[in-house]
């Protein structure tokens, strides 16, 4: 009768080590949970002190709009980026410095399409002794109804920004759309509008994977070239655009 008692009681106690195991364990957990909670929120931290360029805080491929032309921009297919950029440069060297026209251009792509066509349907015909099947080439009205919405609402978006600059709204806003008009149309006097556009066209296929690829190092550069203006841009205000009188148009506001 006495061995009953000892084997409840060590039945017992090895129950209580497994309750107390489980505790510590989840107590580790929880501990362990906490600290990476807390790492987390210490790295979130740490990358919102940050400074990004132009003050981004999504990806580069989310701020070009993501999906194909991101893609394309920032080089996720090497064929198809390159092939776009070597259409653009073959387009250029064509009309740049070949000198063709574009409607002579236009002109002979249709003179060999149709030529081409004319051969290939006489072929099938005398060959096959049946006419040839050519499918019927048409634009959609929903996907040229899309881009015509598209397009007006950047535009109408553009002339709004147009007017809130216009409106005086945001000095400084004003002045760096007039330096950058200024500088457009010193770089205009260069180039035309077709290598200016293919410039273009060139740095948008090279900036932004080159910023993607060094973001950690050109972030830095970039945050003390902003501090640099700033300071510039505090003594132009206090020398330049602090005795600019504004008291006639504060009144007519209150008035």
Same mark, same amino acid.
């Given at each position: ?13 090895? *129950? ?7 505790? #510590?364990?989840? $107590? ?6 906490? $600290?990476? $909670?807390?790492?987390?929120? !210490?790295?979130?931290?740490? #990358? ?26 920032? %080089? ?19 009309? +740049?410095?070949? +000198? &063709? ?8 792509? *249709?003179?060999?399409?149709? =030529?081409?066509?004319?051969? %290939? ?6 060959? &096959?002794?049946? +006419?040839?099947?050519?499918?019927? !080439? ?25 007017? $809130? ?32 556009? &293919? ?7 090279? !900036? ?14 970039? +945050?003390? =070239? ?6 510039? &841009?505090?003594?132009?205000?206090? #020398?330049? *655009? ?8 504060? =009144?007519?506001?209150?008035?």
């Amino acid at each position: 009768m006495a061995e009953e008692p000892e084997s409840t009681v060590t039945s017992h106690e090895s *129950l209580i080590e497994k309750i107390a195991d489980k505790i #510590k364990g989840h $107590d580790s957990s929880s501990s362990s949970d906490s $600290d990476s $909670d807390s790492e987390k929120t !210490v790295a979130s931290s740490i #990358k919102q002190n940050v400074f990004r360029l132009f003050g981004r805080e999504r990806p580069v491929h989310s701020v070009l709009g993501g999906g194909k032309p991101a893609d394309v921009l920032l %080089w996720r297919n090497k064929k198809i980026s390159g092939g776009v950029l070597g259409g653009a440069t073959a387009v250029w060297i064509l009309f +740049e410095l070949l +000198e &063709y026209n574009l409607l002579t251009l236009v002109c002979h792509i *249709l003179i060999l399409l149709l =030529a081409g066509l004319f051969l %290939w349907s006489n072929a099938q015909t005398f060959i &096959y002794k049946k +006419e040839p099947h050519i499918p019927h !080439v048409h634009i959609p009205e929903e996907s040229f109804l899309q881009v015509a919405s598209a397009l007006r609402i950047e535009i109408n978006a553009g002339l709004s920004a147009l007017r $809130d600059i216009g409106a005086g709204k945001d000095l400084k806003k004003f002045l760096i759309v007039i330096a950058g008009l200024w500088v457009l149309s010193i770089i205009a006097t260069w180039c035309n509008f077709l290598t200016l556009f &293919y410039i273009t066209f060139v740095l948008l296929h090279t !900036v932004p994977v080159v910023y993607d690829k060094y973001e950690d190092k050109i972030d830095p550069l970039a +945050e003390k =070239a902003f501090i640099e203006f700033k300071k510039q &841009y505090a003594v132009f205000d206090e #020398k330049v *655009l602090s005795k600019i009188p504004k008291g006639p148009l504060k =009144a007519k506001k209150l008035a």
